[in-house]
């Protein structure tokens, strides 16, 4: 799809512990769709958005916001309402992807593996633990691994926790528990309708959390992961098949933890990001440049997507995106 020149406003920043990200994303895509020769409005999201959204009247709007309240479906639901066009899925994914829990129920009866576990209030981890150690907590639905921490026999937490140690049980009122799963961190992207590579993250130190992500360095990142060809098919079938049946628009990544013991049976899915970063260190334009797309193109192609998907529902006479269930 050949994109006329349009008019975008690339909507980043707000208020969520992702927000350094978002603006890194948004000023990325801003600059790609310049290059391009489209008209881009920059919106740094404040609790004045919609006048905002209203003022400017794009063509389309580019969401490169990051945690909630802009990935979690809340502003998915006033752009519906506003009757815009705009990048990624709509309100009914997005309400189902950020909550991990929402996750499991609507992919593992589908067969997609994921860890077990449950969710606790955080009061309980002071008197027991949850699960066996070792094992993750981590947000209902918190992205890009905030507030995560992994619960060994031999860790500085406590046996039981402390309500002292920092933790995610300083900062929540629920947590969910899950099992650890040893071995290897892989992450696939899908792009439309097409599942990319494979990417291995090896963090420096420690495991791969928020300042691994983001800080030049702390991660090396093996594009594409040296793994069997198994593993691949697996990572981008079970990709590409959360991202159908969660409904996603434009572009996910599917983050894996991969028990190298276990061969396939050790593959699991920890959970579907359906706006990925896009910022210099993001893994889906990587992947993407990896597979010969270039980071404008993969602007262009997520907006075109978009467009056309607002035509046929347009032709079609049918609800907005965010209305539609997964």
């Not at 769709?33 to 063509?59: C, F, N, Q, W």
């Not at 997520?302 to 529902?313: M, N, Q, T, V």
Request: charge should be negative.
């Amino acid at each position: 799809m050949t994109l006329p020149k349009l008019h975008v406003a690339v909507l980043m920043g707000g208020w969520s512990n992702e927000r350094p990200v978002s603006l890194m994303s948004g000023e990325g895509v801003a600059k790609a769709l310049e290059s391009k020769g489209h008209k881009v409005t920059r919106i740094d999201m404040d609790r004045e958005v919609a006048l905002r959204l209203a003022e400017t009247r794009p063509d389309v709007v580019f969401n490169a916001l990051h945690g909630a309240p802009g990935e979690d479906g809340t502003v998915q639901g006033m752009m519906d309402l506003m009757g815009l066009t705009y990048t990624h899925s709509g309100l009914a994914t997005s309400v189902i992807a950020i909550d991990k829990e929402l996750t499991k129920q609507a992919l593992v009866p589908h067969g997609v593996p994921m860890p077990g576990g449950r969710v606790v209030e955080t009061e309980t981890l002071f008197t027991k633990d949850p699960l066996p150690r070792p094992y993750v907590l981590k947000p209902v639905n918190e992205g890009s691994s905030v507030g995560v921490a992994i619960v060994t026999e031999e860790g500085n937490y406590g046996n039981p926790i402390s309500r002292e140690a920092k933790g995610p049980w300083q900062e929540f009122d629920t947590l969910l528990a899950e099992p650890y799963i040893r071995g290897r961190e892989l992450t696939t992207a899908v792009i439309g309708e097409r599942a990319l590579l494979v990417t291995e993250l090896k963090p420096k130190s420690g495991f791969y959390d928020f300042d691994s992500k983001y800080t030049d360095g702390m991660t090396e990142h093996v594009c594409p992961a040296d793994v069997p060809a198994e593993i691949t098919e697996a990572c981008k079938a079970l990709a590409l098949r959360a991202h159908q049946l969660l409904g996603c628009k434009g572009t996910s990544r599917s983050d894996f933890r991969w028990d190298d013991t276990q061969g396939v049976e050790g593959l699991f899915l920890l959970e579907t990001n359906t706006q990925p970063g896009m910022t210099p260190l993001s893994l889906v334009p990587e992947q993407a440049k990896a597979c010969g797309i270039e980071y404008p193109d993969l602007v262009e192609a997520i907006i075109a997507e978009a467009l056309a998907d607002a035509a046929a529902r347009s032709k079609a006479g049918a609800s907005p995106e965010g209305a539609s269930s997964p």
